[in-house]
């Protein structure tokens, strides 16, 4: 709807960085809810246990932020589309994320793997409530969801590479840690 409304070339240039703004947002009021409405614990993992999950949930912010890296910051913001956009230059894929299919680094055991280290910093919590119990598994569901949606946009960008890729490497879960050959 969004995309008959603007149009293709405005589309694209800023849909990304708009969905990213708009996503920021709205998670504010939720955030806001979860830190200050009541809610029961549902576990709590006791010292010196509660250390091994920080760990994981750093090695989660750690897997973000190289995966941001990797898969090159100013695109996945919507950065590059804008100065695409207003550069009048032609952003010609539908994902919004380069002309290169990243591969290597971390994308050469996982598909998702901003959304798999999201996962692990949701789950890896050693206090979960149950209001961050429901955030966590609406953004588990999100996550399952909208991998779908840009999996189809990336076959749709990059044909037949994307369909080779998605053949030989998971979506969410390395089933190896060796890489491609």
Known sequence: FVKSLLGDKI???WYRLSYNILTFFSLIP????????PSDY?????SPYSY???????????????????????????????SDYLAERDHSTQSGLGENLVV?????YIRHPLYTFCI???????????????FSAMSTAYFLVGSEIEERR????????????????PRFIPSRLSPLG
Not at 42 to 46: D, E, I
Not at 104 to 108: I, K, S
Not at 120 to 134: A, E
Not at 161 to 167: H, L, P, W
């Open 52 to 82: 091994s999950c920080y760990g994981f949930q750093f090695i989660g912010f750690l897997g973000l932020f190289i995966s941001i890296l990797q898969s090159g910051a100013k695109p996945f913001l919507g950065l590059s589309q804008v």
């Open 42 to 46: 549902l576990w709590r993992v006791p």
């Open 120 to 134: 692990i910093i949701f789950w890896f919590n050693p206090v979960m409530t149950f209001n961050f119990f429901l």
């Open 154 to 169: 990336l076959e749709n960008d990059f044909g037949d590479a994307y369909v080779r890729y998605k053949q030989n490497v």
């Open 30 to 37: 939720i955030g806001y809810y979860l830190l200050i409405a």
């Open 11 to 13: 589309y694209r240039g």
């Open 104 to 108: 290597d680094g971390l994308y050469r």
